[in-house]
């Protein structure tokens, strides 16, 4: 088994696939925005956010070799946001921390929530994608027995923690944070079927229809993915 810290993860970037995590998440960004991501991987989202945004990009990631791609970021630091006193070197207030499949790979992401509510101006957001372990698939498996580890995909051989909807809104709530907005997206198995492409890209605004419609409602067994945007929560603000 590959060990965690030796894992290469690549994020696709490809506005016109509105299922992408990416997509949903630089929807949420706005122009100029101070912006430090967490787990920034090989840096395709930051270098996006960085060069088409004119956002100021801080990474942090622990795989040297993935950091050494991040080079359109105003700055990466390397090292295990959980060991290395990371957040020290990076102390700013940050229009948005992005948190992209990061929780589910920490041994305390409440912790790192915590700490985090010192990094954020105000307003300020941390934007979160997790996998959603309760996805139908998932449950249909375990019916008949099967919790197999992949490399790669919601039961990733890297993944110390598993969230589903309600989970993960339970620790958005101890960490002292509200929803500002949420969505789901399909499994990259299921988007890349041919025919559902068409079907939800037939007419303009198909797929956004469906997600906010269909696939939100139902995100406890449809959505592969979870995504939320979070902020402080107002007694946490005003310092009560």
């Known amino acids: 088994m590959v060990e965690q810290s030796q894992r290469i993860y ?9 299922n992408l995590s990416t997509s949903i998440l630089i929807g949420w960004i706005k122009e100029n925005s101070n912006v430090l991501d967490i787990g920034s991987g090989s840096g395709e989202l930051g270098s996006y956010l ?10 942090i990631e622990m795989v040297a070799q993935q950091a050494a791609l991040c080079s359109s970021y105003d700055r990466v630091v390397v ?3 959980e060991q290395d006193n990371i957040l020290e070197q990076v102390r700013a207030e940050y229009d948005y921390i992005i948190l992209g499949d990061v929780l ?19 307003p300020g957001y941390v934007l979160v994608s997790v996998p959603n372990v309760a996805y139908i698939t998932n449950r249909l498996k375990l019916l008949c027995g099967r919790w197999n580890y992949k490399n790669g995909g919601v039961l990733d051989e890297g993944h110390l923690r598993f969230f589903t909807v309600k989970t993960i809104k339970e620790l958005f709530l101890v960490t002292g944070y509200q929803v500002e907005d949420s969505t789901a997206n399909l499994s990259g198995s299921v988007w890349n079927v041919a025919a559902v492409q068409r079907f939800l890209t037939a007419i303009p605004g198909g797929y956004r229809f469906f997600r906010k419609n269909l696939l939100e409602p139902l995100s406890t067994i449809l959505g592969y993915q979870l995504l939320f945007k979070i902020s402080k929560k107002e007694s946490d603000m005003f310092g009560k």
């Not at 690549?10 to 509105?18: A, D, F, I, R, S």
């Not at 960085?50 to 990474?59: E, F, I, M, Y």
């Open 10 to 18: 690549q994020t696709l970037v490809n506005l016109e696939n509105p």
């Open 50 to 59: 960085h060069s088409n945004l004119n956002c100021r990009v801080t990474g």
């Open 79 to 81: 090292g295990n946001i």
């Open 104 to 122: 589910e790979h920490l041994v305390d992401p409440q912790n790192l929530l915590l700490e985090l509510k010192n990094f954020l101006e105000t």
